[in-house]
């Protein structure tokens, strides 16, 4: 049901849309392309639209409603009353209390509902800029997802095998539904539903990771966070499993979006440095020549013998730091495993987990 103030917010998303590629197309690093159209033609195009901010209220209680402003030539046409709004019934839950913006309102086609998405603006939280002038250091994975080292020589590792497996399942249950298509059929309801829950599951749980990992970091003084570059193509491997895992599980860009988002709302600077050799480096001796990988385990002539991908994360962060001096490691690192819902620590954490990917999103 349109009315003005849905035309014009639809009119300023474009504008808002054209204008962030015009802005781009000043920026060397950038290589935008111009906004399409929602959807595709094979699938055919996205149903959504906007609600202006001041066009809509939303009454959270045991039956959560949501009220749209409806103009006064579709009142007539419907035969609703003078000061009659469009009235729905939603499901969801509130995160945040603040100043409600612009309404999304979407049609999902697979599980035949409407979905509502708003945002709101937060004041910035005081805690945010607590005193604290310490580093940490973040190796990225997929066996496993994270692992972190901090000049205070707290250590985590957020495992993802388990969460790795699931997905290939998923994919393994999908091609199996793409063999039994007819001739001529590319995909199903089913198929469709299974792709989209896949990187759900897989999206929701690295968000969570991510908002997990750095709450803890921002408790303990983490003002600067340096998360190795993997922004170059992936090389092909020998290993079906480990190019699975590489090219289509693992999605670089989209964590360190994430990590950079939750990092700010925490007051933590984000830097890029290159990870090159520091998985392979002994953070004892300082040998690479000498040190042998086997799975997840470094060890060296010298000695030493560590998990690798934590050896990457102090390697990185000794290179950040120069020669100041790094807290003597924890006896152990707190290790996290997702269980479906949250990360939960499998050693002794000093924090519950704080893992809810917040999202306010509502079905209609």
Same mark, same amino acid.
């Given at each position: 049901?349109?009315?003005?103030?849905?035309?014009?917010?639809?009119?300023?998303?474009?504008?808002?849309?054209?204008?962030?590629?015009?802005?781009?197309?000043?920026?060397?690093?950038?290589?935008?392309?111009?906004?399409?159209?929602?959807?595709?033609?094979?699938?055919?195009?996205?149903?959504?639209?906007?609600?202006?901010?001041?066009?809509?209220?939303?009454?959270?209680?045991?039956?959560? &409603?949501?009220?749209?402003?409806? =103009?006064? +030539? @579709?009142? #007539?046409? !419907?035969?609703?009353?003078?000061? *009659?709004?469009? %009235? /729905?019934?939603?499901?969801?839950?509130?995160?945040?209390?603040?100043?409600?913006?612009?309404?999304?309102?979407?049609?999902?086609?697979?599980?035949?509902?409407?979905?509502?998405?708003?945002?709101?603006?937060?004041?910035?939280?005081?805690?945010?800029?607590?005193?604290?002038?310490?580093?940490?250091?973040?190796?990225?994975?997929?066996?496993?997802?994270?692992?972190?080292?901090?000049?205070?020589? &707290?250590?985590?590792?957020?495992? =993802?095998? +388990? @969460?790795? #497996?699931? !997905?290939?399942?998923?994919?393994? *249950?999908?091609? %199996? /539904?793409?063999?039994?298509?007819?001739?001529?059929?590319?995909?199903?309801?089913?198929?469709?539903?299974?792709?989209?829950?896949?990187?759900?599951?897989?999206?929701?749980?690295?968000?969570?990771?991510?908002?997990?990992?750095?709450?803890?970091?921002?408790?303990?003084?983490?003002?600067?966070?340096?998360?190795?570059?993997?922004?170059?193509?992936?090389?092909?491997?020998?290993?079906?499993?480990?190019?699975?895992?590489?090219?289509?599980?693992?999605?670089?860009? #989209?964590?360190?979006?994430?990590?950079?988002?939750?990092?700010?709302?925490?007051?933590?600077?984000?830097?890029?440095?290159?990870?090159?050799?520091?998985?392979?480096?002994?953070?004892?001796?300082?040998?690479?020549?000498?040190?042998?990988?086997?799975?997840?385990?470094?060890?060296?002539?010298?000695?030493?013998?560590?998990?690798?991908?934590?050896?990457?994360?102090?390697?990185?962060?000794?290179?950040?730091?120069?020669?100041?001096?790094?807290?003597?490691?924890?006896?152990?690192?707190?290790?996290?495993?997702?269980?479906?819902?949250?990360?939960?620590?499998?050693?002794?954490?000093?924090?519950?987990?704080?893992?809810?990917?917040?999202?306010?999103?509502?079905?209609?």
């Amino acid at each position: 049901m349109l009315g003005g103030a849905t035309a014009q917010a639809m009119i300023k998303r474009n504008e808002s849309a054209w204008q962030s590629f015009f802005a781009l197309l000043d920026d060397p690093s950038e290589d935008p392309s111009p906004p399409g159209y929602w959807g595709n033609e094979e699938d055919g195009r996205t149903l959504q639209t906007y609600v202006r901010n001041d066009a809509y209220d939303i009454q959270w209680g045991e039956r959560s &409603r949501l009220d749209i402003r409806v =103009g006064q +030539d @579709l009142k #007539e046409e !419907f035969e609703m009353g003078y000061y *009659e709004r469009l %009235r /729905l019934d939603v499901r969801g839950n509130p995160h945040w209390d603040g100043k409600s913006g612009r309404l999304t309102i979407e049609y999902d086609d697979i599980d035949d509902t409407f979905r509502v998405y708003q945002p709101v603006t937060v004041a910035v939280d005081p805690g945010s800029e607590s005193a604290g002038d310490e580093i940490a250091a973040l190796d990225l994975g997929v066996n496993t997802l994270v692992a972190c080292s901090t000049t205070t020589g &707290r250590r985590y590792l957020y495992h =993802g095998r +388990d @969460l790795f #497996e699931r !997905f290939r399942e998923t994919t393994e *249950e999908i091609a %199996r /539904l793409r063999n039994q298509l007819e001739d001529g059929q590319n995909t199903s309801r089913r198929i469709r539903r299974l792709y989209r829950t896949r990187s759900r599951r897989r999206d929701h749980a690295v968000d969570a990771c991510v908002r997990d990992l750095v709450e803890r970091l921002s408790d303990c003084g983490i003002r600067t966070v340096v998360v190795g570059d993997l922004s170059a193509d992936f090389p092909v491997t020998g290993s079906s499993r480990a190019n699975e895992m590489v090219h289509n599980f693992w999605s670089y860009g #989209e964590l360190t979006d994430q990590l950079r988002n939750v990092c700010e709302e925490q007051g933590i600077t984000v830097e890029s440095r290159s990870e090159a050799g520091t998985s392979q480096q002994c953070p004892d001796c300082g040998q690479a020549e000498r040190t042998c990988r086997h799975q997840s385990t470094l060890t060296c002539a010298c000695g030493f013998e560590g998990h690798a991908d934590l050896v990457a994360s102090r390697n990185l962060l000794t290179r950040r730091i120069d020669n100041r001096t790094i807290a003597r490691p924890m006896a152990r690192p707190v290790r996290f495993q997702w269980d479906n819902h949250e990360w939960r620590s499998t050693t002794d954490a000093s924090q519950s987990p704080t893992n809810s990917a917040r999202t306010r999103k509502m079905s209609l």
